[in-house]
Every structure is written in structure tokens, then in C-alpha cells.
């Protein structure tokens, strides 16, 4: 009976070596590679991926990763691009070659058309001195000691290699270009993630009817009364000023009754949260949901960002029901 955790542990181990002699073998070529695309998606030109079999199937991936992070990006068949497709390929284009061997023929057979079209032609091999390496103008080395597959044939460690280097490169791109989340989010219009980048706080807080606020000298009573009215979990305690004194939750109801239940006729002041965790209106959803996630709160007042005036409150249970979370 074979051991298969020991073998799916072994692949795992020749994989992570693969890629931890890949980081430390990324150099010049990589910087050289990265500033020879960035002139050509600055230009409004694309990157333009060739691959066959599992390296064709590695393009694909990389090229949804460029495309989904602001480097506009498609794969070319090999085959087809000598039956017509060679079209796809728009002069000025940045191309991005993918072979381990560096001597796929369909791919070779390419090689006048794309150096003759193409800003620049980038090879990721694991054979610098191959033919594709010797006519790229940047070689990315992704050699591997060997392949995790125990006959030494399926691409493992290096399909791995190739993944691994298109996410630099992706990665490396996004922020040298500026790329931010509000323009991810334009990316990914659907889901929560396109959701929670798209949407501000403002959209999402609570305010009008659905707010309770009291002052600091209302009673634990009279707060726990607005905060059933309002069907919220908590209260913004608003001084006579209109500033934010604190808040009030069913939570410090809940703990301070323990020890004293005589609390509903006292002041909400001294059982109310002073300094509580705030955000600006104008603030993304996304970071909302992450101040909640971190600080391990159920409630966050959305303030207006020049004087601090309590706007409105952002209420978990919200997040799930508009599907951010």
C-alpha cells in the first residue's frame, strides 16, 4: 500500500525548493524584463503570451493575473497564430514566451514574426541557451533541480516555476504602474470583494430612523430604548455640542448588569465607550470590514473627516446583508 501522504508531502517539498532557488536566483534579467514592459502598457500596447501544453495552459493563467491587475494581456495559440491569429499581435506589443525547453517547434516557427512585431520578447525557460533564449532580449531562468513527479516527466516543479514567476511579474507591475484597490475594484465589479472596493461608507451606515443617539446624561434606560427603536446594537452618545462623546453597546449593557442590574436609571456616560474606534464617511466599505474584522467589534461610527461630527454607524450584521462579507 503506498504511503500517499508521504508522496503528496514529497512534491510539496521538491516544489518549495524549486521556488526557493528561483528567489534566489532572480536578478538583472528580471529588472530588465519589467522595465522593458512597462514602456509598452504605458503606450496603451498589451502583453501578448505564447505557450504550448501545460506552458500554454500557465499563459492563461498569467494572462487573466495581468489583465485582472491593469496590464492588459492575452494569450496567442501557437499553432493558430501561423493559420491567421498571428493578427493578435499588434505592433509594439510586449511578448512573454513560455517553454521549459526553449525548443518547441511551433513556438520556434514563430520567432521571426513576433521579434519583427514585438517591443520586446521576454522567455521564461528553463534552458537559457536554447534557441528561445538565445533570440529573447530578456531570459527568465526558471530551471528547476527536477520535477516532482516521480517519473521525472509530468511538469511539475517546473509549471510550478512559470506560475510563480507571472505573479512576480503581475505583482511587480501593479505597483510599479500605481495600480490601487479603487481601480481593482473596477476590475471586479462582482462578488463581495468588487463590492466592498466599489462602496463607501457612507452607502452603507446607518443614519436617520435607524440611529440611535442620546446624550451622555440619557439614561441606560432611555439609551437601550433608542437602541430598540432604531433596531441597532448600539448607541452614538452625542454631546450637547454635537460631538462624539462615546458609544454604548448592548454588549457593555450586558457586562455591567452582571454586577449591577440597578444600572438602566443611571447616566449612559458611565458605562459608555469614550474614544471609540471611528471611520470617515467617505471611507471604502472594504476598509470598514477590515477595522471590524481586526479591532473584533460589532459596530463602527462613520464620522465626517474635518470635524469628527458622528454621521452614521456602521452595524456588522449590515455588511452581511449587503454581501460584503
Same mark, same amino acid.
Given at each position: 500500500?503506498?504511503?500517499?501522504?508521504?508522496?503528496?508531502?514529497? +512534491?510539496?517539498?521538491?516544489?518549495?525548493?524549486?521556488?526557493?532557488?528561483? !528567489?534566489?536566483?532572480?536578478?538583472?534579467?528580471?529588472?530588465? &524584463?519589467?522595465?522593458?514592459?512597462?514602456?509598452? *502598457?504605458?503606450?496603451?500596447?498589451?502583453?501578448?503570451?505564447? !505557450?504550448?501544453?501545460?506552458?500554454?495552459?500557465? =499563459?492563461?493563467?498569467?494572462?487573466?493575473?495581468?489583465?485582472?491587475? /491593469?496590464?492588459?494581456?492575452?494569450?496567442?495559440?501557437?499553432?493558430?497564430?501561423?493559420?491567421?491569429?498571428?493578427?493578435?499581435?499588434?505592433?509594439?506589443?510586449?511578448?512573454?514566451? *513560455?517553454?521549459?525547453? !526553449?525548443?518547441?517547434?511551433?513556438?520556434?516557427?514563430?520567432?521571426?514574426?513576433?521579434?519583427?512585431?514585438?517591443?520586446?520578447?521576454?522567455?521564461?525557460?528553463?534552458?537559457?541557451?536554447?534557441?528561445? /533564449?538565445?533570440?529573447?532580449?530578456?531570459?527568465?531562468?526558471?530551471? +528547476?533541480?527536477?520535477?516532482?513527479?516521480?517519473?521525472?516527466?509530468?511538469?511539475?516543479?517546473?509549471?510550478?516555476?512559470?506560475?510563480? +514567476?507571472?505573479?512576480?511579474?503581475?505583482?511587480?507591475?501593479?505597483?510599479?504602474?500605481?495600480?490601487?484597490?479603487?481601480?481593482?475594484?473596477?476590475?471586479?465589479?462582482? !462578488?463581495? *470583494?468588487?463590492?466592498?472596493?466599489?462602496?463607501?461608507?457612507?452607502?452603507?451606515?446607518?443614519? /436617520?430612523?435607524?440611529? =440611535?443617539?442620546?446624550?451622555?446624561?440619557?439614561?441606560?434606560?432611555?439609551?437601550?430604548? =433608542?437602541?430598540?427603536?432604531?433596531?441597532?446594537?448600539?448607541?452614538?452618545?452625542?454631546? +450637547?455640542?454635537?460631538?462624539?462623546?462615546?458609544?454604548?453597546?448592548?454588549?457593555?449593557?450586558?457586562?455591567?448588569?452582571?454586577?449591577?442590574?440597578? @444600572?438602566?436609571?443611571?447616566?449612559?456616560?458611565?458605562?459608555?465607550?469614550?474614544?471609540?474606534?471611528?471611520?470617515?464617511?467617505? =471611507?471604502?466599505? &472594504?476598509?470598514?470590514?477590515? @477595522?471590524?474584522?481586526?479591532?473584533?467589534?460589532?459596530?463602527?461610527? &462613520?464620522?465626517?473627516?474635518?470635524?469628527?461630527?458622528?454621521? /452614521?454607524?456602521?452595524?456588522?450584521?449590515?455588511?452581511?446583508?449587503?454581501?460584503?462579507?
Amino acid at each position: 500500500m503506498p504511503d500517499h501522504l508521504t508522496r503528496a508531502r514529497e +512534491v510539496i517539498r521538491l516544489e518549495t525548493e524549486a521556488l526557493e532557488a528561483l !528567489g534566489s536566483r532572480l536578478g538583472q534579467e528580471f529588472e530588465a &524584463a519589467i522595465e522593458s514592459l512597462l514602456p509598452a *502598457l504605458q503606450s496603451g500596447k498589451k502583453i501578448v503570451l505564447v !505557450g504550448i501544453g501545460k506552458s500554454g495552459n500557465i =499563459a492563461h493563467k498569467i494572462a487573466a493575473t495581468l489583465t485582472s491587475t /491593469g496590464s492588459p494581456a492575452v494569450v496567442l495559440h501557437s499553432q493558430n497564430a501561423l493559420h491567421g491569429d498571428l493578427g493578435l499581435l499588434s505592433e509594439g506589443d510586449a511578448v512573454m514566451a *513560455l517553454s521549459y525547453s !526553449g525548443e518547441t517547434t511551433e513556438l520556434l516557427d514563430l520567432l521571426p514574426f513576433l521579434k519583427r512585431r514585438a517591443s520586446t520578447l521576454i522567455s521564461l525557460t528553463g534552458k537559457p541557451d536554447s534557441t528561445l /533564449g538565445r533570440h529573447s532580449d530578456h531570459v527568465i531562468d526558471t530551471s +528547476v533541480p527536477r520535477e516532482a513527479c516521480p517519473l521525472r516527466l509530468a511538469p511539475t516543479s517546473s509549471s510550478t516555476t512559470m506560475l510563480v +514567476v507571472g505573479d512576480a511579474i503581475a505583482m511587480v507591475l501593479l505597483e510599479a504602474r500605481g495600480f490601487t484597490a479603487e481601480d481593482f475594484a473596477l476590475y471586479h465589479p462582482g !462578488g463581495s *470583494l468588487g463590492r466592498s472596493l466599489l462602496t463607501t461608507v457612507a452607502d452603507i451606515m446607518r443614519t /436617520g430612523s435607524q440611529l =440611535a443617539q442620546v446624550d451622555p446624561e440619557a439614561s441606560v434606560f432611555e439609551a437601550l430604548t =433608542a437602541m430598540t427603536r432604531a433596531k441597532a446594537g448600539a448607541a452614538i452618545i452625542r454631546s +450637547v455640542d454635537g460631538k462624539l462623546a462615546g458609544i454604548f453597546t448592548h454588549g457593555d449593557f450586558a457586562r455591567s448588569f452582571q454586577s449591577d442590574p440597578t @444600572i438602566g436609571s443611571r447616566p449612559v456616560r458611565d458605562y459608555m465607550t469614550i474614544n471609540p474606534i471611528t471611520i470617515s464617511q467617505r =471611507a471604502l466599505a &472594504a476598509e470598514a470590514v477590515k @477595522i471590524i474584522a481586526e479591532r473584533n467589534i460589532d459596530d463602527l461610527i &462613520a464620522v465626517d473627516e474635518e470635524n469628527q461630527e458622528p454621521l /452614521g454607524l456602521v452595524d456588522s450584521q449590515d455588511l452581511a446583508r449587503e454581501k460584503l462579507i
